[in-house]
């Protein structure tokens, strides 16, 4: 990325300090053309490569607005890793979002671009934050994977949501589940006693 340095560093300083939707995006593009471009996927994989994970989710983000042919094929591999899952949230204040915050965006990313090869990961995700506890007692990392997978839409990703719908998720993840899928009357499941705080554990 080395004569991309600088086209970086001006993309990556309109990004921070605002929301980045379609109005930062068209003002990045209005500035600094190359941004529209697959060019920012060679800029996406670059920074995964070093580890900048805080400018990685905003650059995604970015790019999710301008639609780059290729995109999952960079953002999943990641959301896998789960490597990015150690800096704040790119749609946050700079340091802020805790642990969780660009794996929490990349998995909103993937249901919004409908990803569909980010349905395992998704799934895996859900799994093991299952099994270490790690996503108690809110599951903020676990529900996003449930909306993304509604979001994706699939087949796959339908049979992800009824197995987590019916399994032995929280509660609040078998609800959400159940919506995502419309099934949540077909299963007798209630509202209240699913998202009360005896099934949040």
């Avoid at 949230?89 to 919004?112: H, S, W």
């Amino acid at each position: 990325m080395r004569g991309a340095e600088g086209v970086v560093e001006r993309v990556d300083a309109l990004l921070r300090g605002g929301y980045i939707g379609r109005e930062k995006a068209a003002e990045v593009v209005a500035a600094e053309p190359r941004a529209a471009s697959r060019e920012v996927l060679e800029w996406l994989r670059t920074l995964a490569g070093a580890g900048a994970w805080a400018r990685f989710g905003r650059f995604a983000l970015l790019a999710a607005e301008l639609h780059p042919e290729g995109l999952a094929e960079v953002v999943v591999p990641v959301i896998a890793s789960g490597a990015a899952g150690g800096a704040g949230g790119a749609n946050r204040a700079e340091g802020a979002g805790g642990a969780e915050g660009v794996l929490e965006d990349l998995v909103d990313l993937a249901g919004e671009i409908g990803a569909v090869e980010a349905v395992p990961a998704l799934a895996a995700l859900i799994d093991g934050r299952r099994e270490s506890g790690a996503d108690a007692p809110y599951f903020a990392l676990s529900l996003k994977c449930v909306h993304a997978l509604g979001g994706i839409g699939t087949a796959e990703a339908q049979a992800v949501l009824r197995t987590v719908a019916t399994g032995d998720h929280p509660g609040v993840l078998r609800w959400n589940a159940a919506v995502e899928l419309g099934i949540e009357d077909e299963l007798g499941y209630d509202e209240d006693e699913m998202l009360g705080p005896a099934e949040s554990h």
